[in-house]
């Protein structure tokens, strides 16, 4: 059997540390808008097909893990407002989001 690959953790908090999301990355929700802007740049496709549509996700996951290892030491809480404007789009399903954690699994 194969072994799954261990995901990393995303949390997602409000500014009173409520918990927006909490989950592996694949299950981040992003918005509709995001997709077909991404889908537009990444393949020159207004209507994607679920395989477009999969790879756009799969390039915003991973885009989201590597905000956290973009400084010289691994980061482990990023404040959103701190972000760019278009990575800021990335948490858009998530309006009050002020605050995002990464952990490996099982260390939240």
């Not at 409520?18 to 991404?38: R, V």
């Not at 959103?80 to 789009?89: A, I, M, Q």
């Amino acid at each position: 059997m194969k072994k799954r690959k261990i995901l990393p953790v995303i949390q997602i908090e409000d500014s009173h540390g409520t918990i927006l999301f909490s989950g592996e990355s694949i299950d981040l929700i992003f918005p509709e808008a995001l997709i077909l802007k991404m889908s537009m740049k990444f393949f020159s496709d207004p209507a994607p097909c679920f395989i477009h549509r999969s790879a756009v996700i799969i390039r915003l996951q991973e885009e989201i893990c590597q905000l956290f290892t973009q400084t010289q030491e691994l980061t482990k809480c990023i404040s959103v407002s701190d972000l760019n404007e278009e990575y800021r789009e990335y948490f858009g399903a998530y309006p009050d989001a002020m605050y995002v954690r990464l952990e490996e699994k099982g260390n939240l």
